[in-house]
């Protein structure tokens, strides 16, 4: 399997392609220990209302804490999960943790919604929505405070499942979001039919955006459809605030991006909401001082 042949010459060897395929092989064999032994952390990155900053909710994104290779990106483990069968104690895993974090800022007073990506496997698995019941069952956490985010792709194999799987999990009060939004090719006449709650728009048209005429097209377009259908729009990978300035004069209401936050740990999520909500009393502050 590492070889590879250019048309004309000999078969030639291609060692790279053998070393990646050694490390996807290393990894696809210790992510169930990882999964199981609660190696895969989570990050949190903040999704900021544009127009007085404040944070409304935080993205929940996998990280894998590798003893020897350090950390590994969702981006590559993920669809190892899902080749390998994995994906669903995954989810579940995260799930849990996106879970009990927020948890944990609500009871500090901190009610905003944790937003948790869902893979490809999960949006068409059967089992999903009955899955969901029982953890929303178990953890008593309220049903609008939680956002699952799927890709347009993710739908695309057994569209009907994923139609069905959405109307379950929408009944249920969960909010659903649209993620990497303009990069899928989901027809409008399917999109309608989803109970979708936001829109993400992906950062590779928000990052160009302000130079490439044809990506503030599709920037504008996205958010007038999103608008128009009752929908809720979030611009991702926000770095500057010339971006930002433009986003909120078109109307989008939230924002992602290193420009307020990248993903931190769950501790600092809470400090960033201590720090700027002053319509809550750190408990030092309301200890009567003594004099
Ligand atoms: P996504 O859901 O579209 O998440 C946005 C990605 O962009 C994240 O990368 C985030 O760290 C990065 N990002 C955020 N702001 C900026 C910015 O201003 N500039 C730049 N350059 N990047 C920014 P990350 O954490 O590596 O995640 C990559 C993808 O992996 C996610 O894309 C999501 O599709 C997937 N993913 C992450 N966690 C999970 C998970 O628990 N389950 C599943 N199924 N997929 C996950
Ligand atoms: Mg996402
Ligand atoms: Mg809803
Ligand atoms: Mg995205």
Redesign the pocket.
């Known amino acids: 399997y590492a070889a590879k042949h250019d048309g004309r010459g000999p078969v030639m060897y291609a060692p790279e392609l053998d070393v990646h395929t050694h490390r996807r092989l290393a990894l696809a064999a210790e992510l169930r220990t990882a999964i199981r032994e609660r190696r895969?952390g989570?990050?949190y990155?903040p999704k900021v209302r544009l127009s007085d900053d404040v944070v409304v909710g935080a993205?929940?994104?996998?990280?894998w804490n590798h003893p020897e290779m350090g950390q590994i990106?969702?981006?590559e483990f993920?669809p190892i999960?899902?080749e390998t069968g994995l994906?669903r104690e995954?989810?579940t895993h995260?799930l849990h943790r996106?879970i009990e974090d927020a948890q944990v800022w609500h009871a500090r007073g901190h009610l905003i919604s944790v937003a948790?990506?869902?893979?490809?496997r999960?949006v068409i698995d059967q089992d999903f929505p009955a899955h969901l019941t029982d953890l929303l069952r178990t953890t008593g956490i309220a049903p609008h405070l939680l956002t699952l985010?799927v890709?347009e792709s993710s739908m695309m194999t057994d569209r009907e499942q994923a139609v069905a799987n959405l109307t379950a999990i929408a009944a249920l009060g969960v909010e659903l979001s649209i993620?990497?939004f303009g990069t899928g090719f989901s027809s409008m006449a399917y999109l309608k039919r989803l109970p979708l709650d936001e829109i993400?728009i992906?950062?590779g048209f928000i990052?160009t955006m302000l130079v490439d005429e044809s990506d503030a097209v599709i920037v504008r377009s996205i958010l007038d459809l999103a608008h128009n259908l009752g929908m809720s729009t979030v611009a991702?990978?926000?770095?500057d605030t010339a971006t930002s300035d433009a986003l909120l004069a078109l109307g989008c209401g939230v924002a992602?991006?290193?420009?307020w936050s990248?993903?931190v740990s769950a501790s600092a999520l809470l400090q960033l909401l201590v720090h700027e909500d002053r319509s809550v009393v750190p408990v030092s502050a309301a200890r009567p001082v003594a004099i």
């Not at 993205?59 to 990280?63: H, K």
């Not at 948790?116 to 490809?120: L, Q």
């Not at 991702?236 to 770095?239: A, I, L």
């Open positions: 895969i989570v990050a990155q993205e929940a994104l996998a990280r990106g969702p981006d993920i999960a899902e994906i995954l989810t995260v996106a948790v990506n869902i893979s490809a999960s985010e890709t993620d990497d993400k992906d950062q990052r991702e990978g926000v770095e992602q991006g290193y420009l990248r993903p």
